[in-house]
């Protein structure tokens, strides 16, 4: 290479290493190759032949990709270019510069030139000063297409690894959430965080017990605990967010909210929820739920299953409300008018000292028609309270019936066994039936099947002998071989809708348990009428009508 003698240059001298670069590379030699250091030395002791030229600076993006020029020190390199503190630019090879060739060539063919720019790439042997029309047409637009196919391949490959890690259950986030942490000897695993954990147990707890969002953040920042950022902070994890900084030492709505709705509390892992438009753009979207890699059971569970729907049901019926009430109302979201089917409207009075609430229709409080239907607080929870109390001595008598049936792994020892001698065992006589129905037609089907390849074994026997003609036998085979495909499916269709049977007697002996479980019913509160009762429809005279969250499988049951 020849250079200008006469005229001296302050080089800016442009390092970069993308993660890429330090991750992915297949070979060590590689990895150490790309290195800033490394960079550094093969540049430092090229322009040890080359006096004129004086080192300005040192522009160090570490990783950042080279598909796009959004690099901070690019960016400020770009800054003294333009106010002319440095005439010159040196890097390793093209890659270094930029991997993108459309905008990488647009600096080097035309945007340096225009500027008095000298641009030099070590490794490819490329000094502008010296560079022929050749060069500059046709060399540097071919490094710099090869360049960004490598940053296509290798953001391709990035994304196929990080899928598979992911549908296997493999951790691939930069941060943990809240109440987790990475383990110390596997990266790729989170486990639980006691300290944290804790305070997340709390955040539940204060959910069920009937706490707004609003009095959870207040509570606990009047206890002085960190913020999940303001913690991370303090464990000497170097958290980052893609929101503007301010003061995160203090809990906020958001935040709760986030917690009470992440399925990670309950060993649910959810990835992949967001992807990138294109390796060149940096933007992400949203994917649909159904492309997420998600995994049941895959890590231990902070919060219990029913706790968290328990929690998802509160913030389904929590309707908007002051922040200075701690709890939300009692019926909350829950009243509806019989006739016009709108909400009930919420009223205070107060007489004597003493408040009053009543609920009327809110079509009539809007004078849009319908009529009153006012009706007290304490005659609602009255009703409520003895309609529950009558299912859950009801729900009793059936518990131990569903106990005996629903999952009896041996169901089919004794299909003798007497159990109509007490009629709450009705439900227990009705899915064992059901049970035994259903084996005894797989039994059948599997015996056909048996049959069957009995048959087509015996055909190739009389084919064998002479007996048969081949034709025949291809023929009589294709016949059996079908109707034993048929006979497969069947089998399975059979399965599948006892599996469907065993999954709704669950859902119901769970919702049974669950009522059972309240025992001596004595007061309501918000937890058990959002946990039972789907909605209350109000009449006139006090008449309502209560429609329970699992009535529809107790009709099923023809219990009710």
Request: proline residues 2%.
């Amino acid at each position: 290479m020849k250079s200008s003698m006469n005229k001296m240059y302050y080089t800016a001298v442009y390092l970069r290493l993308s993660k890429e670069d330090s991750d992915m590379s297949l070979h060590d030699n590689k990895k150490e190759s790309n290195s800033i250091t490394n960079q550094k030395l093969i540049i430092k002791e090229f322009l040890k032949a080359m006096p004129e030229v004086e080192i300005y600076d040192y522009y160090i993006d570490d990783g950042y990709s080279g598909s796009n020029f959004e690099r901070p020190d690019f960016k400020r390199m770009r800054e003294d270019i333009y106010e002319g503190k440095v005439n010159m630019v040196i890097v390793k090879d093209f890659s270094r510069f930029g991997r993108e060739y459309i905008d990488t060539g647009r600096y080097i063919q035309k945007i340096f030139p225009r500027l008095g720019i000298r641009f030099i790439s070590v490794i490819d042997h490329f000094d502008s000063d010296a560079a022929t029309t050749n060069d500059m047409h046709l060399l540097v637009p071919v490094k710099n297409f090869v360049n960004d196919n490598y940053c296509r391949d290798i953001s391709q490959r990035v994304r196929t690894h990080q899928e598979a890690m992911r549908k296997n259950g493999l951790y691939i986030g930069a941060y943990v959430a809240y109440g987790y942490k990475k383990d110390s000897d596997d990266k790729n695993k989170i486990v639980i965080d006691e300290q944290a954990a804790d305070i997340v147990k709390k955040i539940f707890a204060w959910r069920l017990s009937g706490m707004n969002v609003y009095s959870i953040v207040r509570k606990l920042n009047a206890l002085g605990i960190p913020s999940p950022m303001a913690y991370k902070r303090m464990q000497g994890i170097n958290f980052k967010t893609g929101f503007s900084e301010g003061n995160h030492t203090k809990w906020c709505d958001s935040t709760v909210y986030g917690i009470l709705k992440n399925k990670i509390y309950v060993g649910v892992l959810e990835q992949g929820k967001k992807s990138r438009i294109s390796y060149k753009v940096k933007k992400t979207v949203n994917k649909p739920r159904e492309e997420w890699a998600v995994l049941e059971e895959n890590h231990d569970a902070i919060i219990s299953k029913s706790d968290f729907k328990k929690v998802e049901q509160l913030s389904k019926r929590d309707t908007k409300r002051s922040k200075e009430e701690k709890n939300v109302y009692l019926f909350s979201g829950m009243l509806f008018c019989r006739d016009c089917k709108k909400q009930m409207t919420r009223r205070c009075t107060k007489y004597k000292g003493k408040q009053y609430v009543s609920y009327i229709c809110s079509t009539y409080n809007k004078q849009q028609g319908c009529t009153r239907h006012g009706i007290k607080e304490e005659k609602i929870t009255e009703i409520v309270l003895t309609a529950l109390q009558e299912q859950i001595e009801f729900v009793g008598k059936l518990k131990n019936a569903l106990d005996i049936a629903v999952f009896t792994k041996d169901h089919t020892e004794d299909p003798t066994k007497d159990l109509t001698k007490d009629p709450t065992n009705d439900l227990a006589n009705s899915v064992r039936e059901d049970l035994i129905a259903y084996d005894m037609r797989i039994k059948e089907k599997k015996d056909e099947h048996s049959q069957c390849s009995g048959i087509i074994s015996s055909l190739y026997d009389d084919l064998q002998e002479g007996i048969i003609k081949e034709e025949e036998y291809v023929s009589y085979r294709g016949i059996y071989e079908e109707k034993r495909r048929l006979l497969e499916s069947q089998i399975a269709s059979i399965a599948k809708e006892m599996n469907m049977l065993m999954e709704n007697k669950k859902k119901s002996r769970d919702w049974i348990r669950q009522m059972y479980d309240l025992g001596n019913l004595t007061e309501l509160n918000r937890l058990i009428l959002v946990s039972l009762v789907d909605r209350i429809c109000c009449g006139e005279d006090n008449q309502i009508l209560i429609k329970l969250r699992y009535q529809d499988e107790l009709i099923q049951e023809e219990v009710i």
